[in-house]
């Protein structure tokens, strides 16, 4: 993203494209870098699907609400045998579902042929692990939805972020069940993980509107 500087009185004021349209709002100087702040992160949501840009902080979190679903669904979540496991791999791949998030992915991240190995053991005790080369790692005599884990990290999201959340779901529906996607879904959110995007970005005054009624109810307080 394009960076500005402007000179305001004592200070070189630097940012990005929400910092413009804030000073081109006459937002106050000590908003405009707030709102560039919030326009950056904003962007990046919605391009990338992801609330943050280095770390991976709602892994635990993730699993958590995964393993209350699985728990619950688990008649529906049998053990498959390796090759059982490879013939759902096949399918899942070739599938329109898998394919259009793959294609949905505009870094070019995803990808359209994964490969999977399956074995005795996998290092850390994991039961299943993807690589960003596209390789699916997975230990034997796991169920489908460990496998429709690691493939919504293949098709081009590696960190549990929103546009993992909404992959997986868009996965289990197809391939496990709408019922077990509903229930995984109210899951994730009992959890208070993201698993919608908005696409509006507030202008500087919608924001600045926000601002102020957050600014006055801080006062009461």
Not at 23 to 45: F, G, N, S, T
Request: proline share 2%; charged share 30%.
């Amino acid at each position: 993203m394009k960076n500005h500087a402007t000179q305001f009185e004592d200070r070189i004021l630097i940012y990005g494209e929400g910092g413009k349209l804030a000073i081109e709002a006459d937002l106050p100087l000590e908003l405009i870098q707030k709102y560039d702040r919030y326009y950056d992160k904003k962007v990046h949501l919605i391009e990338k699907g992801r609330t943050t840009r280095i770390n991976d902080s709602k892994v635990n979190k993730v699993y958590v609400a995964e393993n209350r679903s699985v728990r619950k669904f688990k008649d529906q979540l049998p053990s498959l045998s390796d090759e059982e496991m490879n013939k759902a791999f096949k399918r899942i791949v070739k599938s329109k579902t898998y394919q259009k998030l793959v294609e949905a992915k505009s870094d070019g991240k995803g990808h359209k042929t994964p490969i999977l190995w399956i074995k005795d053991k996998l290092n850390g005790g994991c039961q299943g692990m993807a690589h960003y080369n596209g390789l699916i790692e997975l230990q034997t005599n796991r169920n489908l939805y460990i496998l429709l884990h690691e493939l919504a990290h293949t098709a081009g999201h590696m960190h549990h972020d929103v546009g993992f959340i909404q992959a997986i779901l868009k996965l289990s529906s197809r391939f496990i069940s709408r019922e077990f996607a509903k229930d995984l879904k109210k899951s994730f959110k009992k959890s208070k993980i993201k698993t919608t995007i908005s696409t509006h970005i507030k202008t500087p005054l919608e924001w600045f509107e926000g601002y102020e009624r957050l600014s006055a109810a801080r006062k009461k307080l």
